[in-house]
């Protein structure tokens, strides 16, 4: 297990204004952000940030979504970050994320679901490399 993991609070959470509460749940959950950025994606770089899910019928609405407003890109560390984050953020339907979790408190819908994780430690290291320079990495 590795101890890094990336996270997203998505233009949802920030344009109605969860960015700071996130923050704070985010290091009250005992995760130590080594990098941080607000940032406008264009259609491309979201394309190429949800790549995998390219053939999905809900893709173009995804990257237009991702790309529509700005959103915060993170690196977080902790014990076995992957899991601890996706815990953290709850089921990606907010309909079925558990009390206490991150997506039932600030999250609308599957495509406004406020936050996202890595699902695997390749998969964290491939997302944080995307938005981050080793030279970022606190
Ligand atoms: P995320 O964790 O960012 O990973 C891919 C995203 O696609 C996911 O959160 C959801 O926001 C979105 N997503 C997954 N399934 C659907 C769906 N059926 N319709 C619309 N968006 C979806």
Redesign the pocket.
């Known amino acids: 297990m590795s101890n890094l993991t990336f996270g997203?609070i998505k233009p949802d959470a920030v344009k109605n204004g969860h960015t700071g509460k996130i923050i704070d749940r985010i290091l009250a959950d005992g995760f130590e952000i080594r990098a941080m950025k607000l940032i406008h994606q264009t259609k491309k770089q979201a394309e190429g940030f949800?790549a995998v899910?390219s053939e999905r019928p809900?893709f173009g609405?995804?990257t237009e979504f991702m790309s529509s407003a700005p959103c915060v890109v993170l690196c977080l560390e902790k014990e076995n970050a992957v899991p601890e984050w996706r815990n953290l953020m709850g089921a990606?339907n907010p309909a079925e994320a558990d009390e206490g979790t991150l997506r039932k408190e600030f999250a609308t819908s599957?495509?406004e679901?406020a936050v996202?994780?890595s699902d695997s430690d390749d998969n964290a290291a491939i997302e944080i490399a995307y938005f981050f320079s080793k030279l970022e990495l606190v």
Request: charged residues 10%; negative net charge.
């Open positions: 997203i949800y899910h809900f609405e995804l990606t599957l495509g679901n996202h994780g």
